[in-house]
Every structure is written in C-alpha cells, then in structure tokens.
C-alpha cells in the first residue's frame, strides 16, 4: 500500500481540516503520525462488502477496499466508491474519535443530531478544496464502537443530498457490530 492509499483512508480528515499556515503540520505528516500500518485484516474492513458498498452507493468500484490501522488502536478502511468508514472500540471510543478529527482540524464543524441509526449520531458537511471533495460525515456510537464514517459527494451532488445513503451504510455496518 502507497503513502498515497494510507492517505486516501482518512480521506474525511484531509478533506476537512485543511491545514492553512505553512508552519503547521501538513496532513499527510499528520497522517503518518496517527497510521500504525496498512493491513487488509482491520476490524472497519470487516463491516462491509465491496458489492455492499457499490449496491448501496449505486457508484461502480474498481479496487477492493484498502484498510490501515491507527496508533490509538482503531482501524480504518476505505472503498473507491467514495465511502471511509474509522472504528474505534471500547470505554475511550468515543474519545479516540474527537482525537482524531482534531488532529486533522475537523473538531469544530457544526454537528446536526440523527435520529434512527446508532445509540446517538451526529452528521456534518465537509467542503474540501481544491484538493479534496466534499462528503458527509455521519458519527455514530454502538454500545463500546464509535464510528465515522463518510461518503463524498460526486458532482452535482452535495453532502446534504448523499446524507440519506449514508445513513443506510450506516446501518448496515452497525449490524454487524457486536
């Protein structure tokens, strides 16, 4: 797995934080700070299929999906059809999460509540630049598992309009969290 695959994997936190003053860290050497290792064997992989993820997404996939471990002990996993799921598990889930988006600057977007999907669920909006998309952040708790998980909106779609499929990626891979 490329530098360029492991980056791809915290696609929402590059997307959203975007770093402005030079003398901070960029992302990608946030990134390497937070990534342990790419494996194909982590736990936010195991939560969908690729034909899952293509059928709810209606978007075509070309690669099967790419997974890192973090440091702080989660796992992400991304799919080319624009979906990234981050799963943190256990008492500090919820924690390790907010870490993670404030590494990457993404700790102070608005939040809307979401009923329906999870034990508590808040969604926002993330406008990339000319770099990164826009996609849709839905943070979901289960039990001890807390996960983030996005999908980017393709033009002439907008993070509002993808929101609803993500609610249902959501709870597809919920499902399978024990």
Not at 8 to 15: H, K, N
Not at 75 to 85: H, L, Y
Not at 154 to 173: D, F, G, Y
């Amino acid at each position: 797995m490329t530098i360029h695959s492991i980056l791809r994997a915290t696609a929402i936190f590059v997307a959203a934080g975007a770093l402005s003053n030079a003398s901070a860290q960029t992302n990608s050497e946030v990134a390497r700070r937070l990534i342990d290792k790419p494996s194909d064997a982590v736990p936010a992989c195991a939560l969908l299929t690729n034909d899952e993820v293509v059928k709810m997404t209606g978007r075509r996939s070309y690669t099967q999906p790419e997974g890192v471990q973090f440091k702080s002990g989660g796992s992400s996993c991304t799919w080319d059809s624009g979906v990234n799921i981050n799963l943190f598990t256990g008492p500090q889930s919820a924690q390790q999460h907010e870490g993670l988006m404030k590494a990457f600057k993404a700790d102070k977007t608005p939040r809307e509540a979401v009923a329906g999907v999870g034990d508590s669920a808040f969604a926002t909006a993330i406008m990339g630049n000319k770099y990164q998309g826009n996609h849709v952040l839905l943070v979901v708790r289960k039990g001890l598992h807390t996960m983030g998980m996005t999908l980017e909106a393709k033009e002439p779609e907008t993070p509002q309009s993808v929101r609803p499929k993500l609610v249902t990626i959501a709870k597809a891979a919920l499902a399978k969290l024990r």
